[in-house]
């Protein structure tokens, strides 16, 4: 039997640090990956440099290697821990067979060298966690349903439709679509109004064209662009204005 995150924690979390421990305590692990909790500095370094290992200051073993778990919950109580003290908790979802030089130290817990950016298969933000559980809430609370879409071929997103929007947290129809970092790096200092949208998306790329058909049939609605690299949000709202 799986254990709960409440296994590890030798604290008591509250308000929305409980709502992330209780997002953390559904998600399953799998025996094809590994989990890092860990800062979201290390995470940007191994994004921009390519990789990342840790230094032996922050090792219970010497030299320099890199902890990895095979339990999400684990590895998700590493990273309550810094969203609690610094507010910067992320969790690294790695492809086991990706990661170099592994070794098995105890049962459920590995070590590397260190983590190379091709075994990151994706990045958990403990913030946006929260976001989603207050979703959920809000939806309970308002008797909404939620409707979820997949949609497939140029890459895969999962795109939900609710009544709520968790960047600006207020009633409002969006759709959420996960983007490359250089498309959602497009969208930085936000979209000149009437350019075309062909200056932003591959409209050839059905994931991008459905951003597209999205803001042309929702002109009211919100897009939230989802980092598929780091899992950084951007909203895109109507006149081009965007977090």
């Known amino acids: ?27 399953s692990s799998s025996s094809n990956e590994l989990y890092r909790g860990t800062s979201k500095k290390e995470a940007e370094i191994l994004n921009h440099a390519g990789w990342v290992t840790s230094n032996k200051s922050g090792n219970t073993r010497s030299g320099d290697h890199t902890y990895l778990a095979s339990d999400i919950k684990l590895a998700g109580r590493f990273a309550l821990v810094r969203e609690r003290d610094y507010k910067d908790g992320v969790i690294l979802v790695l492809d086991k067979h990706k990661v170099k030089e592994l070794k098995s130290v105890d049962p459920g817990n590995f070590i590397a060298p260190r983590i190379e950016k091709s ?10 966690l929260h976001i989603q559980e207050n979703m959920k809430s809000s939806n309970k609370k308002l008797g909404e349903d939620t409707t979820t879409a997949s949609i497939s071929g140029g890459g895969t997103t999962s795109a939900s439709v609710q009544n709520f929007d968790p960047v600006l947290g207020s009633k409002r129809k969006y759709r959420e679509f996960d983007v490359p970092e250089e498309v959602f790096n497009k969208f930085q200092k936000g979209r000149v109004r009437f350019e075309r949208w062909a200056q932003y998306l591959d409209l050839n790329d059905k994931v991008q064209f459905s951003i597209y058909e999205y803001a042309k049939k929702n002109r009211n609605g919100v897009i939230i662009l989802r980092n598929s690299t780091n899992g950084a949000l951007r909203a895109v709202r109507r006149r081009a204005t965007f977090e």
């Open 119 to 128: 075994s990151l298969k994706r990045i958990i933000i403990l913030s946006n």
């Open 1 to 27: 039997m799986e254990k709960s995150i409440y296994d590890y924690l030798v604290w008591e979390p509250t308000g929305k640090l409980a709502q992330i421990a209780n997002a953390l305590d559904k998600l």
